[in-house]
């Protein structure tokens, strides 16, 4: 009986639908979805029979499909005309939102967009920030947003939706040090800058660290051309370089810490050819990996500090004079004996002296070479740290003959000798020494000795004639080149000063002129007549 | 004075001295030695006479005489 009055009662209400005139638009949509009781979207007759099956009862609140339209909680006429006065009409499942990309809560930049997806196209999208665009299931959402935080509220015909983002400014690269284009070094760095802190930054050589707006790549990279690709979250930069190898310092020769002289020069080694090579002290040549650094260098200390592109080294020396020969003694061409000794003189204290002969011995600026030397000719090189000079002696055997008086104007015991001439006396060689004119009672008589080869002069001086018939010693040592020396002792007397012609003799200068003549006198006794 | 004492004078410088002396004008001295011949020539070393000879005598003798007595 129910399910035949229900029938006529559908059949009813379909005919009263089907003359009825209804606008959706007038009945909202939770009318319209209750009214759809087989929720297919549509409302028909169907959801009529649905009510009618069920006419009468009394509904849970939570039972789906509920045939309780208007949920007055039982199922009776007026769920059936409310669906009857609708019959016909489509009804809009209900759109539920399903995600949003980015996810709520992460990070944005001002330009990114927002897509939220919904399980059903959304209708009436409106979005609190920005602008909304529908496709299909999706709405996006673009900006720009204002950086800080983003609450941002999406409403559709069915709900609402509030997402929360931060909102961070694009990160925009400004520049690159060193410069895109340069040589760098392997182990140089390039500091990107940006106008705000990129975010994820790769690099596509190198490692990347950044700090704040800065972006720091090291190596090291590999020589040659380097094309360096800086990618972060907002952008892609480019950069070119040519990267060279990093110039090294090696080796100095002399050492530091050595000694060298003034005219020495320095080398230093580099692993790699260096460029804008300066010094401190000297001039600096450059060649292939090589630096020669000359001078002259002031003596004393020396600290050179050598800085080139990649960097600087520091070098310390001692700077001393560069040593130069003076003289020889005996010089070079003469003759000297097996046991003579040679002595070099120098400049300046003289180092590491050696002789090709004999034996060296160094003593401030001076060189001793002692022997015994071979008879014969003598080439004798003596090197030092600054030089080496090469020297010849003809070596013969020692000098062992003391000089002897061979000639002269005066011998010894001479009784006649001229007072008023110069005494000459002639040795077997030459001679050096000392030899005075002395009386008998050893007073020097004030001569001048003069030495001439093998020759010794005593010269008259004027006020210091020698008396006639008077004694005098010629005394003294004379030596020869070899140090053999020789007395010299030779006693004279000298000639009258009767100059040949008759004396006048009277008895007044008797006794003075006849008796007390140092000559023996003969004496005429005559007469005038 | 005979001219050859003049030469024994000049060419015996060295060795001996000659003097004259004037008897007339030196009688003094000429007694002291005892002159009464002339020429004489008495011969002195040292102060004191060591010879004499008289008379013209050669050249030769005379010196001979004279380097006898000092020598």
């Known amino acids: 009986m129910k399910t035949l009055t229900c029938s006529l009662l559908i059949l009813s209400l379909a005919f009263l639908a089907s003359t009825a005139s209804y606008a959706q638009e007038e009945t909202d949509i939770e009318t319209l979805r209750a009214a759809d009781v087989n929720s297919d979207g549509m409302i028909n007759v169907l959801d009529l029979v649905l009510i009618a099956s069920h006419f009468g009862e009394i509904v849970a609140e939570d039972q789906t499909p509920s045939p309780d339209v208007n949920g007055d909680g039982s199922v009776n006429v007026l769920d059936l005309v409310l669906v009857a006065n609708h019959l016909g009409e489509t009804v809009r499942p209900p759109v539920a939102f399903v995600s949003v990309d980015p996810e709520i809560g992460s990070e944005l930049v001002m330009n990114d967009s927002i897509t939220l997806t919904f399980d059903n196209p959304p209708a009436d999208v409106t979005v609190s920030t920005g602008t909304a665009t529908i496709d299909e299931n999706s709405v996006t959402i673009t900006g720009p947003f204002t950086v800080g935080d983003l609450e941002l509220t999406v409403t559709w015909t069915d709900g609402t939706e509030t997402l929360s983002y931060t909102v961070r400014p694009v990160a925009a690269f400004v520049s690159a040090e060193p410069e895109s284009g340069v040589v760098i070094t392997t182990e140089d760095s390039i500091t990107l800058t940006f106008d705000h802190p990129p975010q994820d930054v790769t690099t596509s050589t190198g490692t990347a660290t950044t700090d704040e707006n800065s972006v720091t790549i090291t190596g090291p990279f590999t020589v040659g051309d380097l094309e360096l690709t800086i990618t972060w979250a907002d952008g892609t930069e480019t950069l070119s370089y040519t990267a060279r190898p990093v110039v090294a310092f090696v080796s100095a020769d002399p050492e530091s810490g050595t000694e060298i002289t003034t005219n020495d020069a320095i080398t230093l080694a580099f692993d790699h050819p260096p460029a804008d090579v300066t010094v401190s002290n000297g001039v600096a040549i450059t060649e292939g990996n090589s630096v020669t650094i000359t001078g002259p260098f002031t003596p004393g200390d020396l600290e050179l500090t050598v800085t080139w592109e990649d960097g600087a080294e520091t070098l310390s020396y001692t700077v001393r004079p560069l040593v130069a020969f003076v003289s020889a003694e005996p010089e070079s061409g003469v003759e000297i004996t097996t046991e003579d000794s040679i002595t070099l003189t120098f400049d300046n204290p003289p180092q590491d002296v050696t002789t090709t002969t004999g034996t060296a011995t160094t003593d401030g600026d001076s060189v001793t070479i002692t022997g015994p030397f071979t008879p014969g000719e003598l080439e004798l090189t003596i090197t030092w740290s600054d030089g080496s000079l090469t020297f010849t002696y003809t070596v013969v055997a020692p000098d062992t003959e003391a000089p002897s008086i061979t000639g002269g104007t005066v011998s010894d015991g001479d009784t006649d000798v001229d007072p008023s001439a110069t005494i000459e006396i002639v040795f077997s060689e030459d001679v050096r020494g000392l030899v005075t004119l002395r009386t008998e009672a050893d007073d020097n008589v004030g001569w001048i000795t003069t030495f001439d080869g093998n020759k010794v002069m005593l010269t008259p001086v004027p006020g210091k004639e020698l008396d006639p018939e008077t004694t005098y010693v010629i005394t003294g040592k004379v030596r020869d080149a070899a140090n053999n020396g020789t007395e010299i002792n030779i006693t004279f007397t000298t000639a009258s000063a009767y100059d040949g012609i008759p004396i006048e003799v009277t008895d007044a200068n008797f006794d003075t002129v006849v008796l007390g003549s140092k000559l023996p006198i003969v004496v005429e006794f005559y007469t005038d007549w | ?71």
Do not use: C, H, W
């Not at chain 2, 030469?7 to 009464?36: W, Y």
């Not at chain 2, 002339?38 to 004499?52: H, N």
């Open chain 2, 1 to 71: 004075m005979v001219p050859v004492v003049a030469e024994i004078a000049s060419e015996n410088k060295n060795t001996f001295a000659v003097g004259k002396l004037n008897r007339e004008e030196n009688l003094e001295t000429s007694r002291k030695f005892g002159i009464r011949y002339q020429p004489i020539y008495i011969i002195f070393k040292d102060g004191e006479e060591v010879g004499r000879f008289a008379g013209e005598t050669p050249k030769n003798e005379f010196v001979q005489n004279v380097l006898k007595a000092i020598n």
